[in-house]
Every structure is written in C-alpha cells, then in structure tokens.
C-alpha cells in the first residue's frame, strides 16, 4: 500500500475524531434551536464560562476575588483548597442549571413571540455579558484543566496499525475518550427526549407552543431545562477542548467552528449535527493533507465553510432537513 | 344551588361546572364578545353557535385560559378561577381541541396522544433521568390509558404513524385522542367536524356522544351545521356580534325569532 494512501488513513481518522468534537459543540445549538426557535449564539461562551468555572472550583478559587480585593482592599485569591473531579463537575452542573434559570428568567421569558433575529440579538448580548462574568468570576488567564482524562498517543492503535502497514498511526488518547463521551451523552441525549415524560415535553414544546399549552406544558418550565440541558453539553464540550488546549478565550470561538456543521447538517437535526460534524472533521483535514501543499498553506480555517456555502446551494434544508416547498 | 335537569333522552345533568359572568373581550377597537353570560353543566353537551366572527372561538379560548377577558368573571367548580395561564387552566382538568388542528406533527400518534397524558405523570427529573422503577410504572400505566383512548376511537392502524402524514379527518381525531388522554372535566372542542366529509362527520358524531355517554365528560363544543348541533346538544348558546341572542334546548333556540333572524335565515348551508 503507497504510504500516501496510509498516511491519508491516519488523517481521516484523526478527522473523524475532530468531527466529533464539532458534532459536540453543534449539538448544544440543534437543542435550543429545535426547543425554542432560538439561535444561541452564547453557546460557545458557555462552554468557555462553564470549563472556567470548572477550573475555578477545582483549584479552589475565590470568584469575584479581583472585585473583592479592589473594593475591601483585601488580597484574598483562594480558598486553600482542591476539589475533586467529579465533585467539580457536580457543582458546574449546578451552576450551568442556575445560568439556565437567569437566562430564562431574566431575558427570554420577556421576548416569547419576538422575531427569531430579536432572540438571536439577544444572544449575542447574553454571549458578551457571559464572556465579562466569566473574566470577572475566575480572571482571563489561561488556565490547565486536568479531570483525569487520558491524552497524549494510543499505544495499542500504534501498535496494531504498525504490524498491518508498517507505520503507527498516531491518535491521541484524549480523542478516543472525547468519541466515547460524545456518543454517550447522544444516546443519553436520545433516551431523554424519546422515552421520558420531560422528554416528551420538551419536543412538544419544539414542536407546537400552542397545542403543548393546551395539554398543561409550562413553557418556561421546559425552557429552563433545555438551556440547562445545553449548559451541561457546553461543559462537556468544554472539558474536552479545555483538556486539549487549555481553558482560555479562544474555547468560545469553537461555536464559530459549529456554523458551518450546522448548515450542513441543519439546524434542527441531532443526526444531522453528528454527521455533519465528522463530514467537516474529515473534509477539512483530509482537504489539508492532500490539496494544502499543492496551495501552499493552511486550508484548515476556511475549508469548512467553503464546503458548507456549497453544500448550502445544493441543498439548503442541510442534510437531513425536509425540503421546504412555498405553499401558494 | 339547584342539581340540574333531566334531558329530553332521558340523561341526568348535574350542578354548574363552569360559570361565565359578564364576559367582555376586546381586541383594541374590535369587541369580540360583549358582556355575555351563561353556564355549563356536569354531564351536559353544551353548543356555542353563530356566524363566522360572531366570538364564538374567543369565548372557548377565555374558558382555557388562552385569552383574558376584558371584564367579567369565571367560576370554575363553584369558585371564581384567578387570572390563569393556559397550561394552568390544562391542569385543572379542561383539555381542548383547535379550530385549525394544533397537533405536534413531528411525533407519532401515540405519541400524540401520550402527551394528554403528561398532568397525570408524577414523577420529577431525576427520577426520569434515571428511570427510576416509579417513573417506569407510571410510563407503562399512562400508556394503558392512551391505548384505550387510541382503541376507543379506531386509530389503532395509525398509532405508530407521525402526524404529519395524515389526512385532515383524521388529524381532528387524533387531536380529540389526546385532549380524551388528559381525562379531563371539561373537553372543549373548537369546530371538530369543520371541514370533514359526511362519513367522517358522522363518525365524530358517534365519539362525542359515546364519549359524554361512557366517560360522563362534560362538553362545550362549537359547531356550524345546525343539523349536528340538533343532534347532539342538551343546551345551546347561540352568539352574534359578539352578543348572546339566544340561549336554551335546541327546540327553544330554532323557535326563538331573534336567532331565526340573526343566523337561521341567513344560513344557507
Ligand atoms: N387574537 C386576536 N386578535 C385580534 N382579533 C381577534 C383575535 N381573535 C379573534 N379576534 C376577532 O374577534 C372576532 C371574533 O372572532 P372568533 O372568536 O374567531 O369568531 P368565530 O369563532 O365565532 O368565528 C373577530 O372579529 C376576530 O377578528
Ligand atoms: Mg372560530
């Protein structure tokens, strides 16, 4: 086998590894986008807000500490304490819940029937706001976030890939756990939303505001527990990319990475948010690996969204959206 | 308080379930219901009828709770009912159906109908996150409930269906499945037979007098066909601009010469 073709294979695996990661991000968007019409661009900086938060508990930091300290004078940074993990994760969740709550109580609950581009400017104020409270909560530095998550390279893929080909492939522990997570919280995800009652409210809600009114649904109540449910995939996502590459500013831009998923996968589609998401993993690595030398440079930035603006004329409803025929 | 009346087939109706005083409903300039006031009983099959416009959906949706009157009173079950939202207004027992079907037409029907059944399912997050053994049960009884809604009114063939694919008929049957789910006190049915062919308005006709015959449901429907309102109705409310004009058995509302005027004569269908 030429090692071109070899390397290539290594490539699009790692790609779909990437794409799974995208898929995450995405899928806190597909759920707010199908519950309630609204497009969050917050989402990224909720996972931002909650990695830091999860950093801030852990090492046992005062929030606020730097507004504290400016006010009384005092030089108070932390507790002197280290909390565990999962206990960590625990308390993120809750915070991420209470997040949910403010957000609804506090902004959208004051803008129900307002036109979708009103919500999204809303979000977009919320993304800010969220982006200040997390820098003011736990300091914009760069922080290590370490759960106890595997990285660095799978040995026994090396080893196997190596006695097939004659070259170990290189994959990163930290990506294979990331796929696991992720195909977990989706079937988690699914169970959810197919089989219990809540579940079952929540896609009323999706679906018909009036008719889920009419049967005794509070749409506030399930508002609540779908932004709580996408600050809990915002964590998620945020401790595999926080793990991966540190918690700092630029893990809000990965919501930037879910656009193009998203128009290819449409908006409103949790399959279409996993496949589109490995389409763009793969595609863009693999479109580094054989077209980028030949065009002398990274491709990796604009690729995705070249391919989405494409996939977009040809079929605008995304992947698995219905098509859209004007009624008249 | 009195305790009802005996109908004219021999039906025993009870005491007030729900009260309407004074009801005024205004949107900006327009008045969609001027200061009307009527009543309906346990175990009767109250009509709202009128021309097109005359409020007579308005009038359904302040009893659901989807819009607030102006002026005036509710009083549900003997006491007056506080300014409610309608999911609220859901839970204490009113289901209701649409004029233009509002049906989730993502889900399945009996997913549909399983939705009726949510105000009658106890158990909290937690416990459905983990499926819990009491969220299982309470799933596996409520699914019992809705079969038999389901079977009662021949969608079996159509319960694994999504909505979205069926035909008109048959959607305003799904929709009375999932407002019987809720097993509710009072049903409210907007127009159920608006629209359909003769078969399927028949066939609607028999589930609405079967329902209030076999589960005692109390109904309060809207309907156009004065022929079908003859047919099932104990009382009828007759409304015009807005106005009660008339009030009474079937019999007494066709004799009575204001409604004759205002809806009967100018009626041709
Ligand atoms: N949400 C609304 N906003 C403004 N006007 C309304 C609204 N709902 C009903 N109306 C007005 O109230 C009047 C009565 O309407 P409706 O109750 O639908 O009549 P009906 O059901 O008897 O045909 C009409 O003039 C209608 O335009
Ligand atoms: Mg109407």
Same mark, same amino acid.
């Given at each position: 086998?030429?090692?071109?073709?070899?390397?290539?294979?290594?490539?699009?695996?790692?790609?779909?590894?990437?794409?799974?990661?995208?898929?995450?991000?995405?899928?806190?968007?597909?759920?707010?986008?199908?519950?309630?019409?609204?497009?969050?661009?917050?989402?990224?900086?909720?996972?931002?807000?909650?990695?830091?938060?999860?950093?801030?508990?852990?090492?046992?930091?005062?929030?606020?500490?730097?507004?504290?300290?400016?006010?009384?004078?005092?030089?108070?940074?932390?507790?002197?304490?280290?909390?565990?993990?999962?206990?960590?994760?625990?308390?993120?969740?809750?915070?991420?819940?209470?997040?949910?709550?403010?957000?609804?109580?506090?902004?959208?609950?004051?803008?129900?029937?307002q036109e979708p581009i009103i919500l999204f400017m809303a979000t977009i104020g919320l993304a800010y706001f969220l982006e200040g409270l997390?820098?003011?909560?736990?300091?914009?530095?760069?922080?290590?976030?370490?759960?106890?998550?595997?990285?660095?390279?799978?040995?026994?893929?090396?080893?196997?890939?190596?006695?097939?080909?004659?070259?170990?492939?290189?994959?990163?522990?930290?990506?294979?756990?990331?796929?696991?997570?992720?195909?977990?919280?989706?079937?988690?995800?699914?169970?959810?939303?197919?089989?219990?009652?809540?579940?079952?409210?929540?896609?009323?809600?999706?679906?018909?505001?009036?008719?889920?009114?009419?049967?005794?649904?509070?749409?506030?109540?399930?508002?609540?527990? +779908?932004?709580?449910?996408? /600050? %809990?995939?915002?964590?998620?996502?945020? #401790? *595999?990319? =926080?793990?991966?590459? !540190? @918690?700092?500013?630029?893990?809000?831009?990965?919501?930037?990475?879910?656009?193009? +998923?998203?128009?290819?996968? /449409? %908006?409103?589609?949790?399959?279409?948010? #996993? *496949?589109? =998401?490995?389409?763009? !993993? @793969?595609?863009?690595?693999?479109?580094?690996?054989?077209?980028?030398?030949?065009?002398?440079?990274?491709?990796?930035?604009?690729?995705?969204?070249?391919?989405?603006? *494409?996939?977009?004329?040809?079929?605008?409803?995304?992947?698995?959206?219905?098509?859209?025929?004007?009624?008249? | 308080?009195?305790?009802?009346?005996?109908?004219?087939?021999?039906?025993?109706?009870?005491?007030?379930?729900?009260?309407?005083?004074?009801?005024?409903?205004?949107?900006?300039?327009?008045?969609?219901?001027?200061?009307?006031?009527?009543?309906?009983?346990?175990?009767?099959?109250?009509?709202?009828?009128?021309?097109?416009?005359?409020?007579?959906?308005?009038?359904?949706?302040?009893?659901?709770?989807?819009?607030?009157?102006?002026?005036?009173?509710?009083?549900?079950?003997?006491?007056?009912?506080?300014?409610?939202?309608?999911?609220?207004?859901?839970?204490?027992?009113?289901?209701?159906?649409?004029?233009?079907?509002?049906?989730?037409?993502?889900?399945?029907?009996?997913?549909?109908?399983?939705?009726?059944?949510?105000?009658?399912?106890?158990?909290?997050?937690?416990?459905?996150?983990?499926?819990?053994?009491?969220?299982?049960?309470?799933?596996?009884?409520?699914?019992?409930?809705?079969?038999?809604?389901?079977?009662?009114?021949?969608?079996?063939?159509?319960?694994?269906?999504?909505?979205?694919?069926?035909?008109?008929?048959?959607?305003?049957?799904?929709?009375?499945?999932?407002?019987?789910?809720?097993?509710?006190?009072?049903?409210?049915?907007?127009?159920?037979?608006?629209?359909?062919?003769?078969?399927?308005?028949?066939?609607?006709?028999?589930?609405?007098?079967?329902?209030?015959?076999?589960?005692?449901?109390?109904?309060?429907?809207?309907?156009?066909?004065?022929?079908?309102?003859?047919?099932?109705?104990?009382?009828?409310?007759?409304?015009?601009?807005?106005?009660?004009?008339?009030?009474?058995?079937?019999?007494?509302?066709?004799?009575?010469?204001?409604?004759?005027?205002?809806?009967?004569?100018?009626?041709?269908?």
């Amino acid at each position: 086998m030429s090692d071109q073709l070899i390397y290539a294979m290594e490539v699009t695996l790692n790609g779909l590894m990437a794409g799974v990661l995208y898929a995450l991000v995405a899928l806190g968007f597909v759920l707010i986008y199908k519950a309630s019409g609204i497009f969050n661009y917050a989402q990224g900086v909720m996972a931002l807000f909650a990695a830091m938060t999860l950093v801030g508990i852990m090492n046992g930091q005062v929030p606020f500490s730097h507004l504290i300290n400016a006010m009384f004078g005092t030089h108070i940074h932390h507790f002197g304490w280290h909390v565990p993990a999962l206990i960590a994760i625990i308390l993120t969740i809750g915070v991420m819940i209470l997040l949910a709550w403010a957000v609804q109580y506090f902004v959208m609950r004051h803008l129900v029937n307002q036109e979708p581009i009103i919500l999204f400017m809303a979000t977009i104020g919320l993304a800010y706001f969220l982006e200040g409270l997390s820098d003011l909560m736990w300091g914009s530095e760069i922080k290590k976030l370490d759960v106890g998550l595997p990285q660095g390279i799978n040995l026994w893929l090396d080893e196997v890939t190596f006695n097939i080909f004659g070259y170990g492939f290189f994959v990163d522990n930290l990506d294979i756990v990331a796929t696991v997570i992720a195909a977990l919280l989706v079937a988690a995800l699914v169970a959810f939303s197919q089989y219990t009652k809540q579940g079952r409210a929540m896609r009323a809600v999706a679906d018909d505001h009036q008719a889920a009114l009419s049967v005794g649904i509070s749409l506030n109540y399930i508002w609540v527990m +779908v932004w709580s449910v996408a /600050g %809990f995939v915002a964590l998620v996502a945020g #401790i *595999v990319w =926080g793990t991966k590459s !540190g @918690v700092q500013f630029s893990l809000s831009l990965i919501a930037l990475k879910a656009l193009p +998923v998203l128009m290819l996968g /449409g %908006f409103t589609s949790i399959p279409g948010a #996993i *496949v589109g =998401g490995l389409i763009i !993993g @793969v595609g863009e690595k693999l479109f580094d690996f054989l077209i980028g030398p030949m065009i002398g440079g990274a491709t990796e930035n604009w690729f995705a969204y070249v391919l989405a603006l *494409v996939f977009l004329v040809f079929r605008p409803q995304g992947l698995f959206g219905e098509k859209i025929i004007e009624r008249v | 308080m009195d305790d009802g009346y005996i109908t004219e087939d021999g039906r025993k109706i009870g005491g007030v379930v729900m009260e309407m005083k004074n009801i005024t409903l205004r949107f900006g300039g327009v008045v969609a219901i001027k200061d009307i006031s009527f009543d309906i009983r346990e175990g009767e099959i109250r009509a709202i009828i009128g021309p097109n416009g005359a409020g007579k959906s308005s009038m359904l949706n302040v009893i659901s709770g989807f819009y607030i009157p102006s002026e005036g009173e509710v009083f549900y079950k003997g006491s007056k009912r506080p300014q409610m939202r309608p999911f609220e207004v859901a839970r204490q027992g009113i289901a209701r159906t649409f004029q233009n079907i509002a049906l989730f037409e993502g889900m399945s029907v009996l997913d549909n109908v399983m939705t009726g059944r949510l105000n009658h399912m106890q158990s909290n997050l937690f416990q459905q996150a983990l499926w819990s053994g009491k969220a299982e049960r309470e799933e596996t009884a409520n699914r019992e409930v809705a079969e038999k809604v389901i079977d009662f009114l021949e969608i079996q063939h159509i319960r694994k269906t999504p909505v979205s694919r069926l035909p008109y008929g048959l959607k305003k049957r799904v929709e009375l499945a999932r407002a019987l789910a809720a097993e509710p006190q009072l049903l409210l049915l907007d127009e159920p037979m608006a629209g359909m062919n003769v078969e399927e308005k028949e066939d609607m006709c028999r589930f609405i007098l079967d329902v209030n015959d076999e589960f005692g449901t109390t109904i309060c429907l809207i309907e156009h066909d004065m022929g079908v309102v003859m047919d099932l109705s104990d009382r009828v409310v007759v409304m015009d601009y807005g106005k009660k004009i008339g009030d009474g058995t079937p019999n007494e509302v066709r004799n009575n010469q204001e409604v004759i005027d205002a809806y009967l004569g100018v009626s041709h269908d």
